[in-house]
């Protein structure tokens, strides 16, 4: 098979295919991979491996994209490539198991959802362009009341100008949150007693058509303390899945640990979710963490063996396989839940359902793990080269 760089060179002997073609996408390391993350606003990266088929096919597409958008976007973006056969740490920390793998790193957190579009550079570009959209509505302060929509929770950013610091990073956050929390702006001159900047949090009316606002009180230009709030009041840790959302839960791509409870049962919704945060909260980006009403979806619980009878019970859906953690007590145990999560990731659970225990003295509980109950909801998987089964 003839090197990428060979097929350029002849690209560049034909008259008539431009020489952007081979234009290249920044290489990311472990030496610059810190840099490259803090300083744009959105990195998009390439996942690749120089043989496979598909990696082959895609980089002179993401080579021109990475060439139009550094143009368009001068400081704010960058197309960067990995190389996970050389940048081994790097393929682990993002969890690739197929190749190529497109994933996007924006505001220097990682996107749950991995790039599942049309692999072609006009696509590519049209998804980067609305990454960096500006999401945040402007409106008068006498039309803001009619302005903002009360069926969703929103932040109200009161801001001297659109030039402010203030502004820009608020504008930030809500390139992160918009799909979670709507976003306003309306400029205005504080009283006298107020400070010059100020982000207030709307609840979404709820059935009591009662509606609940909370005003932020630190410093509006710390991005990561004010996204963590916005997040916090906006998006979930740990959400509910239901009929409705499973196939949009099922697109972001990350296995799920779900909680499979009584709707009746509140307490352990309230034990899973402190563990996850606790315990897990820096897997957000790579897992999904789900409670389900375990009486209305029983047929996941009926091929993990088990029936309402059982309830709470935790489980891990991989989109190969589901992996049921033994016992339920065991989220008491510090530590056993986010091992359970972590033998996925390092594929022991596939493993020991093939070969058994890895270490038989432990007595520990073999599964016969069903395949996925959601694994005809997930993308396609015929433009990878994947890397193992057990995901």
Not at 123 to 138: F, P, R, T
Request: charged fraction near 30%; aromatic fraction near 10%; glycine fraction near 4%.
């Amino acid at each position: 098979m003839r090197s990428l760089s060979s097929i350029c060179w002849i690209l560049l002997s034909i008259s008539w295919i431009p020489q952007s073609v081979c234009g290249e996408a920044t290489a990311m390391t472990s030496s610059n991979y810190e840099e490259l993350i803090a300083k744009y606003e959105v990195v998009f990266i390439n996942f690749y491996a120089d043989w496979c088929r598909f990696s082959q096919i895609l980089q002179p597409i993401f080579d021109e994209a990475a060439t139009k958008l550094q143009a368009e976007f001068p400081g704010r973006v960058l197309l960067a490539k990995v190389d996970c056969d050389q940048q081994t740490s790097i393929a682990s920390k993002f969890h690739i198991t197929k190749y190529p793998t497109l994933k996007t790193v924006r505001n220097g957190a990682i996107m749950k959802k991995e790039y599942r579009k049309k692999r072609e550079i006009e696509a590519i570009i049209s998804y980067v362009q609305e990454l960096l959209k500006d999401h945040v509505v402007e409106s008068s302060m006498a039309d803001l009341s009619k302005t903002v929509d009360e069926s969703k929770s929103a932040l109200i950013g009161y801001f001297q100008s659109k030039e402010s610091t203030a502004y820009e990073v608020f504008r930030r956050i809500a390139s992160d949150l918009h799909d979670d929390c709507n976003f306003y702006f309306t400029a205005r001159e504080p009283q006298p007693d107020e400070a010059k900047d100020r982000i207030k949090f709307k609840e979404a009316r709820d059935k009591y058509d009662l509606v609940r606002s909370l005003e932020y009180k630190e410093n509006v230009v710390d991005f990561e303390k004010l996204k963590q709030w916005a997040q916090e009041r906006c998006v979930p840790l740990v959400r509910e899945i239901t009929f409705e959302n499973a196939e949009e839960l099922t697109e972001e791509g990350l296995p799920f640990l779900i909680l499979f409870h009584n709707p009746d049962d509140k307490a352990s919704v309230r034990e899973f979710s402190d563990v996850i945060r606790n315990e897990l909260f820096g897997e957000r980006t790579s897992m999904n963490f789900l409670i389900a009403d375990g009486v209305k979806f029983a047929h996941p619980l009926h091929h993990l063996g088990k029936s309402s009878r059982d309830l709470p019970v935790i489980a891990i859906d991989s989109f190969r396989h589901m992996y049921l953690l033994p016992n339920y007590g065991d989220i008491h145990i510090p530590g056993k839940l986010s091992q359970f999560v972590k033998d996925l990731f390092s594929g022991k659970l596939h493993r020991e359902f093939h070969y058994g225990p890895e270490n038989p003295a432990t007595n520990a509980v073999q599964t016969d793990p069903p395949e996925s109950t959601f694994r005809k909801l997930a993308p396609s998987s015929n433009r990878y080269t994947l890397l193992r089964d057990e995901l």
